[in-house]
């Protein structure tokens, strides 16, 4: 690629963050270009393609094109329509023989109760009180404060209703629950899993009940898949005088006298820009910057991130899925064991009439299963991976004969990812994903911001505020991206 002499901003990374960055500069009338290690944009919300069909590679169910979603927002403000059905239920949760609607109406309420009984009933007020609060909050201040002006927003916003989540500061989500296991407390911590990264022992109270209530706030399939977002939004880009470099890696980010000055890409060619947006997670952001090192180091090494996600991508003909089942499901195989690790499993499939994603009727499926990194470091070094990785496959069949029995043997194609693959397509340090489990010290207020030590360096992506998902990585984007275009 012929880089231009010089950059106003330059974001590094074409995820789902990086893009909606890149998007707010260059509303802003600012000349951008993105560099994107991989020949396609995404990153985690991308997609692939095999044997006809089109698989999307890590997320699959999004939230944020509601009235009051940031998705809608953005793509209404870009004159852009992508077709998102909202789901209801938004997933057919299997606590082993158990089956629940994740209903997100009124219908939810008859639907725990059944399944929790009348007991879980104080639990569910308190979590849909607080989530309302938390989100009248959030949407008022959709970043943190990192200097005076922000703070002044931040104080602002403040509402006196809001003075309900001052209680919730600095506890988890497991001091509002009954004590002791149940099928509650069994079905929330897998759906804690997927939305927070840890269960309700260790997230924050007000981030949880908020992660709880994504499908009273809707859920929705795209058309197209999830990677519908990311190509509307390089699309947008390019509309709006940006480019984005592909094949290009960014090697580190220069900095003189504590003011960015560009980025040198791998093979040592140096691109400049008055301001830069690393939008990779924190730990790639340390390795491309020594004053991100200096700064947060010693809280990057600290960090309690151990999950990779271990995939199947399966292609089914029409005839091995009946016509009225749901596209996402979340199997636990046993309740009492551990998640993760093929015991708790989520599915999502592309709906009937996508044709763009599989042929004459047939679904593109994609499984994933929380798994611990050093499980699969280990596995390479002693020569296992093959193995490990067939295991890894059978469990996740085993999950899908649970949600759609009979199907596993009429697969036509199935292929799988473990964290390593993550780690050399979207370059993440050791495949880790889902952003940082959102504990009391990380999520919101102890969460990583926009803000860098370096004047005209930023950050966003899904370990910093407000988190993993595509609405966590547009929102910390939005932030990152006005804050470079000053
Ligand atoms: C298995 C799985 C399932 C998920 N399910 C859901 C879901 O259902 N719903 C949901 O909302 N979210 C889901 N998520 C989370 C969501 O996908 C992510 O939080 C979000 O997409 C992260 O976006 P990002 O831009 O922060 O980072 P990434 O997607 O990681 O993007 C970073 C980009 O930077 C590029 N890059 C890295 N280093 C460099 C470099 N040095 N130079 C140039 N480019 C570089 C990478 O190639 C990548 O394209 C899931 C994630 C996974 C892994």
Redesign the pocket.
């Known amino acids: 690629m012929k880089f231009a002499e010089r950059y106003d901003g330059i974001v590094?990374?074409?995820?789902?963050?990086?893009l909606t960055a890149a998007v707010r500069m260059a509303q802003a009338g600012l000349r951008v270009l993105v560099?994107?290690?991989?020949n396609v944009?995404?990153?985690?919300?991308s997609f692939y393609q095999r044997g006809g069909y089109r698989f999307d590679v890590?997320?699959?169910?999004?939230?944020g094109f509601g009235r009051r979603g940031v998705h809608s927002q953005i793509f209404s403000e870009l004159g852009v329509q992508l077709v998102a059905r909202r789901l209801d239920p938004a997933m057919v949760v299997y606590l082993g023989k158990q089956r629940i609607l994740r209903y997100g109406d009124a219908r939810w309420r008859a639907e725990r109760i059944a399944a929790f009984g009348a007991e879980g009933e104080a639990f569910w007020r308190k979590q849909e009180r607080l989530a309302d609060l938390a989100w009248d909050f959030s949407g008022r201040m959709p970043a943190l404060p990192v200097d005076a002006s922000g703070l002044r927003a931040f104080v602002a916003a403040l509402r006196p209703a809001h003075l309900g989540l001052l209680p919730a500061l600095g506890k988890t989500l497991a001091s509002i629950m009954p004590p002791g296991r149940s099928a509650l407390r069994a079905f929330v911590d897998v759906q804690l899993l997927?939305t927070a990264q840890c269960d309700a022992d260790a997230a924050d109270l007000a981030y949880a009940a908020t992660a709880l209530d994504l499908a009273r706030e809707g859920t929705y399939h795209l058309d197209g898949g999830v990677a519908a977002i990311s190509t509307a939004l390089a699309r947008s880009l390019r509309r709006l005088g940006g480019s984005i470099g592909y094949g290009?890696?960014?090697a580190r980010a220069i900095v003189e006298r504590g003011r960015v000055r560009g980025v040198e890409i791998a093979g040592g060619q140096f691109v400049p820009a008055r301001s830069v947006v690393l939008?990779?997670?924190v730990q790639?952001a340390a390795e491309?910057s020594a004053d991100i090192r200096d700064a947060f180091g010693a809280r990057i090494a600290a960090l309690p991130q151990r999950w990779g996600?271990f995939?199947a991508y399966v292609g089914l003909p029409a005839e091995a899925v009946p016509a009225d089942t749901a596209l996402h499901h979340q199997v636990v195989l046993d309740p009492a064991a551990a998640l993760g690790e093929g015991n708790s499993v989520f599915i999502s499939l592309s709906a009937a009439d996508e044709s763009a994603r599989a042929r004459n009727g047939g679904r593109a499926v994609t499984l994933?299963t929380h798994t611990d990194v050093a499980l699969w470091e280990r596995a390479e070094h002693d020569g296992d991976m093959e193995r490990l990785r067939a295991d890894y496959v059978s469990r996740l069949l085993r999950a899908l004969e649970r949600a759609l029995p009979g199907s596993a043997e009429r697969a036509l194609l199935v292929e799988s990812a473990t964290p390593l693959t993550?780690a050399r397509y979207?370059?993440?340090s050791r495949g880790l994903?889902?952003?940082l489990p959102q504990t009391p010290a990380l999520a919101t207020l102890g969460a990583f911001s926009h803000h860098t030590p370096v004047r005209g360096l930023f950050l966003c992506?899904?370990t910093t505020f407000p988190g993993?998902?595509?609405?966590?990585?547009t929102l910390s984007g939005n932030a990152a991206g006005r804050a470079a275009a000053g």
Not at 12 to 18: R, T
Not at 35 to 38: G, V
């Open positions: 590094v990374g074409a995820g789902v963050a990086g560099m994107e290690r991989h944009a995404g990153g985690c919300a890590g997320a699959t169910l999004v939230g997927i290009i890696e960014a939008a990779v997670p790639n491309l996600a995939m994933s993550f979207t370059g993440r994903v889902g952003g992506g899904d993993q998902s595509t609405v966590g990585a």
